[in-house]
């Protein structure tokens, strides 16, 4: 009988997880229904699916949990009707690529894939940064300039290059933060040790 017992609820734990794992298939399934030609909804459709496969004790320790995330979040970014929808797409977006990166997990093998995600969204993310900064929303223009921070050190950690130059970034965060009144978050660009003097000799945009 203990057997039987140890064997049902092996197999329920098995069942368990695997139904767990249906949120990242639903993000999965959507992301490639969409990159094969489907609609915005397809991945407006497994924002749910994401989020919860972002907090369950099951799927929050997985490394391919943050990387669809981390995906799906850059294709919305990119999607000129849904940035509108979901403006923080790009920063969400960040922090799954970060941490994928802080996971750490020896048995993923898709790094070039991620770069392939992360390497256009530092673009987009300053291209972003410079559209705010110019409609004078200074606080949103910060976020989006000092979130590249996070993202070059994924790019750079795997070995590749990124297309945005940090110091710049940074500079730019500074005085978008001075312009909004975000004293604490100006000092917090400056106070970066390893970019203090290049800080000093980088020009805004």
């Known amino acids: 009988m203990k057997k039987v017992f140890l064997t049902l609820a092996a197999i329920s734990a098995l069942y368990y997880g695997q139904a767990q ?3 990242n298939i639903c993000v999965w ?3 490639n229904t969409y990159n094969t030609g489907g609609g915005a909804e397809e ?3 497994a924002i749910k699916c994401a989020d919860e496969a972002a907090v369950h004790e099951v799927t929050a320790p997985k490394a391919k949990t943050w990387f669809y995330r981390a995906q799906l979040y850059t294709l919305i970014f990119q999607n000129k009707d849904l940035k509108k929808k979901y403006g923080n797409a790009g920063l969400e977006a960040v922090k799954a690529f970060k941490k994928l990166y802080d ?3 020896p048995k993923f ?3 070039e894939d ?3 995600y992360a390497i256009p969204l530092a673009t987009s993310l300053f291209n972003e940064g410079v559209d705010q900064f110019q409609s004078k929303n200074y606080a949103q223009a ?3 300039f000092y979130s590249i921070k996070d993202l070059n050190k994924v790019i750079e950690g795997k070995g590749k290059k990124s297309t945005i130059d940090l110091p710049t970034a940074l500079k730019n965060a500074a005085i978008s933060a001075e312009n909004s009144g975000n004293a604490a978050g100006a000092m917090a660009v400056y106070r970066s040790e390893e970019h203090t003097s290049e800080l000093q000799s980088h020009s805004f945009i």
């Open 103 to 105: 996971i750490n997990d």
């Open 21 to 23: 794992d249906g949120n």
């Open 142 to 144: 910060y976020d989006f």
């Open 29 to 31: 399934n959507a992301m």
């Open 114 to 116: 991620v770069q392939n």
């Open 43 to 45: 991945l407006e459709r």
């Open 109 to 111: 093998r898709d790094w």
